[in-house]
């Protein structure tokens, strides 16, 4: 089966600019997670959405990011107007797993690296 | 502070055992994992073992579990040039509306001949 796709895999953008980023999910999976790594940190949580709704965005930095999922299918994750502080590894994973008991394995995209100068 | 601490590099000698040590915070975490991410990859999930275990083996990883510590470790067996990559620990979290893995910084393995 196919992975978890992420587009662009490389972005390079100005202060003040906007940039979108696409996560293709596994199909059939209706979990999908955003987090993101800023360089020399932990992974952190973004977002998580269960098919089109979202059902946690607690990690979400701020409204300067917008995460979609029209369609219960693939997400953006929007930065508008970009800061030089959201430079870092934006990660995309799914799971088909219904949230709860069990262990809730993820699968990640091989991210998409922001850089704002 | 962080909820997942974790050193940040390892050098290890191909042929030697990596032991890989994380420590975590919250006591009702159901599940720990360990990630590997491999330079330009995504995180690929190695293995994780349920709380009431103490340890899990699997060929040449084992997983040990200190719940009274909240210290979990993995141990390479025979570590290859090929296990070098990022290795998170993260623990299962309940935030907001979800139940997701809480990942710590990652320590970077490094095997050198």
């Known amino acids: 089966e196919a992975g978890v796709t992420q587009f662009p895999s490389h972005s390079v953008i100005e202060k003040g600019q906007t940039v979108t980023l696409r996560c293709d999910p596994i199909?059939?999976?209706?979990?999908l997670y955003w987090y993101r790594r800023v360089m020399g940190k932990e992974i952190k949580f973004l977002l998580h959405f269960v098919k089109e709704s979202k059902q946690d965005e607690s990690g979400m930095p701020n409204n300067r990011f917008l995460a979609e999922r029209t369609g219960g299918t693939y997400s953006t994750l929007k930065v508008q107007p970009a800061e030089l502080e959201d430079s870092g590894v934006y990660f995309c994973?799914?799971?088909?797993?219904?949230?709860?008991?069990?262990?809730?394995?993820?699968?990640f995209g091989a991210g998409s690296r922001l850089t704002v100068l | 502070g962080e909820d997942v601490e974790q050193s940040l590099f390892l050098s290890v000698r191909e042929g030697d055992s990596s032991v890989i040590n994380c420590t975590y915070t919250?006591?009702?975490?159901?599940?720990l994992y360990w990630y590997k991410q491999e330079p330009g990859a995504g995180l690929q999930l190695l293995t994780y073992?349920?709380?009431?275990?103490d340890m899990k083996q699997d060929q040449r990883l084992t997983v040990l579990l200190n719940k009274k510590d909240k210290h979990l470790s993995l141990r390479i067996a025979d570590t290859q040039t090929g296990d070098s990559a990022i290795y998170f620990c993260a623990e299962k979290t309940r935030t907001g509306g979800s139940y997701i893995p809480t990942f710590g910084r990652g320590t970077s393995l490094i095997v050198h001949p």
């Open positions: 073992i349920f709380s009431n275990m």
């Open positions: 199909s059939g999976h209706d979990n």
């Open positions: 919250d006591s009702s975490s159901t599940y």
């Open positions: 994973a799914s799971s088909q797993e219904t949230q709860g008991a069990g262990a809730n394995v993820l699968t």
